[in-house]
């Protein structure tokens, strides 16, 4: 399942089926540019570099797409493009007018089969014949396991087609990469379960070709749920916590821990300091701005910043009286640490496990600054499958996000990147790329 940011990322407004010419509609949407960025020509980072926006910069949505390595990319109103990640606070501008949805169809010459599990808001098991397989519903997503919605999302599908006998029919693609069949999924009286689940809100459409047989159909049951307020359309979200965090005393790691907040607990932030990096909640305690979903712009400067403390000399140490040594003695060299790489912004990777079915790779941030590795992928030389980090990914100095794919599951925090092994391969080099595109291998002596 393609990631749905925690966001609620806005409005998947509709896109031309030539790449990378994009239909523009009278939807639109406002955002906020969430820290300095680079925009392309194109969705994505090898697109040539057309400018640049500041963080807290306001700006105008036309449109998006889902490039082939599975970012989400935005069009602004400049025709310019800028990646999803980098992005704040979506509103919708200018609500469609409703248009009646056909969500009924005639199930003759499909595949029937029966549910047996639900795995989320998009991704069923159902058994055909005597077999078993997994499903993803083409042209649409649900959120992910720990964003708003997913499990309202789940119970949906759940009440919508678990136990029952439904209708498949499929487009150009057989399977995805994860070998889940992609599918069209239908009730016995016609229902379309996949523009179901968006025009109840719990899903958004997407464009992935080349199955885009029922894009327009998608796009519209879309248009039906925003003007109707339905589900993840229901209302601004307010700011919450993007992530379990710190706050602190003032606007820095430098000041003093003065509370925590669990990832999506609601924020109530009244001021900024001077640079926007740092917002300042109701209490008087401060959070990275980086790690607040939907927080709210136009904030003022906050009153009375509290001074960086101070940073005490160390105390000198009177010399220990010493017998004076017979010959001076060279110091014995001492060898320095080295990480694992050169790594991007302080971001490294490590190795947690590496068997033959079961591998979890984990990047690291040894640098000084908190970093977003929201779509950062992790390639292997061998084979074609990848890795992309969640959206609202953010490491703190010293933190570490696993990766875990075959039968390992993340040992701390982390995702689950497929159910097959990707990296287990003798000799084979791993590589790291960052949104914009800077990388670095980890040399293939290191993976076993």
Known sequence: MQKLSSLLIALLLSVALIFPAVAQTPTSATATVASAANLRSGPGATFARVGSATPGQAVTIIASQTNPAGELWYQLSDNSWIAGFLLRNLRSVTPPTPTPTPVRFSTAGMVPASV??????????????????????????TPERGDNLFAEATAANRTLVFGKTVYLEKDISDTDRFDRLLRYVYLADGTFINAELVRMGYAVASTYPPDIKYQETLRLAQQTAVAAAAGMWASESAATAANA?????GPGTNYAVAGSVARGQALDITARNQTGDWLQLASGAWIFAALVAAAPTGLPLAANIPAPPAVAAPAAQPAASQPAPAAAQPAAAQPAPQPLGPGIDGIVVEIVENYSTAEILALRNN????TDVSAWRLDGSKGTDYCVMPSGTILQPGES??????????????????????????????????????GYQIESRQVR
Do not use: H
């Open 401 to 438: 996000f696993e990766v875990a794919t075959g039968d390992s599951q993340p040992r701390g925090r982390g995702f689950k990147c497929g159910d097959k092994p990707i990296w287990n391969n003798g000799g084979e080099t791993i590589f790291l790329k960052s949104a914009d595109g800077r």
């Open 116 to 141: 047996t599990n639900i795995v989320d808001g998009d991704t069923i098991d159902v058994r055909i014949a005597a077999s078993v397989f997994r499903l993803r519903y083409i042209g649409m997503d």
């Open 245 to 249: 965090a710190n706050l602190r005393a």
């Open 367 to 370: 640098g000084a600054a908190a």
